[in-house]
């Protein structure tokens, strides 16, 4: 079975300070990682996916994600915060099919000025 | 281009009404899913399909039913909805890479 770990339900950082949010997966075949944004009242964005190809995956707005196996990882960081990024993140893992997408339980990222 | 489109975005239900949710995707996509989200516990699968005419049972699959009989739309159903059931509900698709969210069906159960 699949399963996914993000550590931390509330990261806090300053505008301008790097950004990093922690996920960690189980899966017993080769997974596709997905890292999704939810801004308040709203669904799910796509930020960035990791299908086996490249290990340092880029995304929209500035994010990235480094796929390592050794450690079962895929965090996600940005150099630089902005306040527009405070939203909730989750981190979703699937099988090569896609069949069936499994979610963390999210992350909040709060930005101070 | 609409991509997902859940019906309807608010319901107040009371305790052993029944109720549908519609979902409608445009993008020809062939898997389809259905989410609950509740605070502190992300999004949980309820049920899922792989395309048309297949359902399957997610993480949370009990007291709810699922129908895929076109390629488009998947619905959820609540035979008999109970409290425990107030949750946010959201609808995706997938090609295989990554999923697109409709903008999510706020249901309540009293």
Same mark, same amino acid.
């Given at each position: 079975?699949?399963?996914?770990?993000? !550590?931390?339900?509330? =990261?806090?950082?300053?505008?301008?300070? /790097?950004? @990093? *949010?922690?996920?960690?997966? +189980?899966?017993?075949?080769?997974?596709? !990682?997905?890292?999704? =944004?939810?801004?308040?009242?709203?669904? /799910?964005? @796509? *930020?960035?996916?990791?299908? +086996?190809?490249?290990?340092?995956?880029?995304?929209?707005?500035?994010?990235?994600?480094?796929?390592?196996?050794?450690?079962?990882?895929?965090?996600?960081?940005?150099?630089?915060?902005?306040?527009?990024?405070?939203?909730?993140?989750?981190?979703?893992?699937?099988?090569?099919?896609?069949?069936?997408?499994?979610?963390?339980?999210?992350?909040?990222?709060?930005?101070?000025? | 281009?609409?991509?997902?489109?859940?019906?309807?975005?608010?319901?107040?239900?009371?305790?052993?009404?029944?109720?549908?949710?519609?979902?409608?995707?445009?993008?020809?996509?062939?898997?389809?899913?259905?989410?609950?989200?509740?605070?502190?516990?992300?999004?949980?699968?309820?049920?899922?399909?792989?395309?048309?005419?297949?359902?399957?049972?997610?993480?949370?699959?009990?007291?709810?039913?699922?129908?895929?009989?076109?390629?488009?739309?998947?619905?959820?159903?609540?035979?008999?909805?109970?409290?425990?059931?107030?949750?946010?509900?959201?609808?995706?698709?997938?090609?295989?890479?990554?999923?697109?969210?409709?903008?999510?069906?706020?249901?309540?159960?009293?």
């Amino acid at each position: 079975a699949q399963s996914v770990t993000q !550590l931390g339900s509330h =990261v806090s950082v300053s505008e301008g300070a /790097l950004v @990093l *949010l922690r996920c960690n997966y +189980s899966s017993s075949v080769p997974p596709y !990682l997905f890292w999704y =944004v939810q801004y308040p009242n709203q669904g /799910l964005q @796509l *930020l960035l996916k990791y299908t +086996s190809a490249a290990t340092l995956v880029k995304g929209i707005n500035g994010f990235e994600a480094e796929f390592k196996k050794s450690e079962t990882s895929f965090h996600l960081t940005k150099p630089s915060a902005h306040m527009s990024d405070a939203a909730e993140y989750f981190c979703a893992v699937s099988d090569s099919s896609a069949s069936k997408i499994i979610f963390g339980s999210g992350t909040r990222l709060s930005i101070r000025p | 281009n609409a991509g997902v489109t859940q019906t309807p975005k608010f319901r107040v239900l009371k305790t052993g009404q029944s109720m549908t949710l519609l979902c409608a995707q445009d993008m020809n996509h062939e898997y389809m899913y259905w989410y609950r989200q509740d605070p502190g516990m992300g999004l949980r699968l309820i049920h899922y399909s792989v395309g048309e005419g297949t359902t399957a049972k997610g993480e949370v699959p009990d007291g709810y039913n699922v129908s895929r009989l076109k390629k488009q739309n998947f619905l959820l159903g609540l035979e008999s909805a109970a409290p425990s059931q107030t949750s946010v509900y959201f609808c995706a698709s997938s090609s295989g890479t990554g999923a697109f969210f409709g903008q999510g069906t706020r249901l309540t159960v009293v």
